[in-house]
């Protein structure tokens, strides 16, 4: 069975940094795309990020600059680094991987992200 699981979640002030990981069990399994989403509360869940097998990136426009999606396919770990974070970016975090080979979408259970003063 295909697991993802986050971690690196937590409150954080404004301006601070994050570092969010999702590692993907078993090692061996292979994700065409990975990426991160977030769902504040009232709101639907959108793309913070993601990454290709090749190394192309996107990014949502309202963390461009600020957040930077990096892989270890090695250890099939996906990150997200956060910096100048801001109030609005409080969410839940989703770590997300697609498989072309079972066309499939497979989620993490999420990671709360908190930015308060």
């Known amino acids: 069975q295909v697991q993802l699981v986050e971690s690196g979640g937590g409150l954080v002030q404004p301006g601070g940094s994050l570092r969010l990981s999702c590692a993907a069990s078993?090692?061996?399994?292979?994700?065409?795309?990975r990426g991160w989403y977030r769902q504040a509360p009232g709101k639907e869940r959108e793309l913070v990020a993601r990454i290709t097998s090749g190394g192309n990136t996107n990014y949502a426009d309202s963390v461009k600059g600020r957040f930077t999606i990096s892989r270890d396919n090695a250890k099939n770990t996906v990150y997200l680094q956060m910096n100048s974070l801001k109030p609005e970016d409080t969410a839940v975090y989703y770590c997300q991987g697609y498989s072309a080979f079972y066309n499939n979408d497979y989620w993490g259970q999420g990671t709360q992200v908190t930015v308060s003063s």
């Open positions: 078993p090692s061996i399994f292979r994700f065409n795309v």
